[in-house]
T-cell receptor, first 113, second 111 residues
Framework: NAGVMQNPRHLVRRRGQEARLRCSPM?????VYWYRQLPEEGLKFMVY????????ESGMPKERFSAEFPKEGPSILRIQQVVRGDSAAYFC???????????FGPGTRLLVL | GNSVTQMEGPVTLSEEAFLTINCTYT??????LFWYVQYPGEGLQLLLK?????DKGSNKGFEATYRKETTSFHLEKGSVQVSDSAVYFC??????????FGTGTRLTIIP
């Protein structure tokens, strides 16, 4: 059973470009969470999704950030018009149900030049 | 709101030393508690967990006991190895909600 997969592992963007981060949950998992880790800091919750639904987006910045988890395919975290402050590691986690342990992917390290 | 306070690092120990990393939490109710470990350049791996008071989580020689009276979940290991060098995160969780993490403790073990 493959673990949570994220791609790309590393992403470099220039200011103003768009970044798309993908997350494929573990097989059988229908709940996806996105977290951001700024350098030398802990992880901060961004958004919690189930298939085709955003359950909790209380940690998402109000502008430029969006997330989706379509019926088919991976979950996507999209950052428009990136700025240097968006440079961070973005981790996806999945669980089979909302009350279960979350399993993390290897992360996408975004660098904005 | 919910929060987790972790012992600040970095922590440097010699191989075979005893390890304690303190973790306390603030929460309304009784969350599940976790320790995750992050090796350099990798994602987080679940190390151990406890879901109710007095539960002890254990894995790979690490242990932590859920103490409701002191709202703590301290991580311990009797004899650390160089391979234990990593960043350790304490976290709390209520079902259907997000994990709330501490800031992490960087552990370095020297031979």
């Amino acid at each position: 059973n493959a673990g949570v997969m994220q791609n790309p592992r590393h992403l470099v963007r220039r200011r103003g470009q768009e970044a798309r981060l993908r997350c494929s949950p573990m097989k059988g998992h229908s709940h996806v969470y996105w977290y951001r880790q700024l350098p030398e800091e802990g992880l901060k919750f961004m958004v919690y999704l189930q298939k085709e639904n955003i359950i909790d987006e209380s940690g998402m910045p109000k502008e430029r950030f969006s997330a989706e988890f379509p019926k088919e395919g991976p979950s996507i975290l999209r950052i428009q018009q990136v700025v240097r402050g968006d440079s961070a590691a973005y981790f996806c986690a999945s669980s089979p149900g909302g009350k279960e342990t979350q399993y993390f992917g290897p992360g996408t390290r975004l660098l904005v030049l | 709101g919910n929060s987790v306070t972790q012992m600040e690092g970095p922590v440097t120990l010699s191989e075979e030393a005893f390890l304690t990393i303190n973790c306390t939490y603030t929460a309304t109710g009784y969350p599940s508690l976790f320790w995750y470990v992050q090796y350099p350049g990798e994602g987080l791996q679940l190390l151990l967990k406890a879901t109710k008071a007095d539960d002890k989580g254990s894995n790979k020689g690490f242990e932590a006991t859920y103490r409701k009276e002191t709202t703590s979940f301290h991580l311990e290991k009797g004899s650390v190895q160089v391979s234990d060098s990593a960043v350790y995160f304490c976290a709390l969780y209520f079902g259907n909600e997000k994990l709330t993490f501490g800031t992490g403790t960087r552990l370095t073990i020297i031979p």
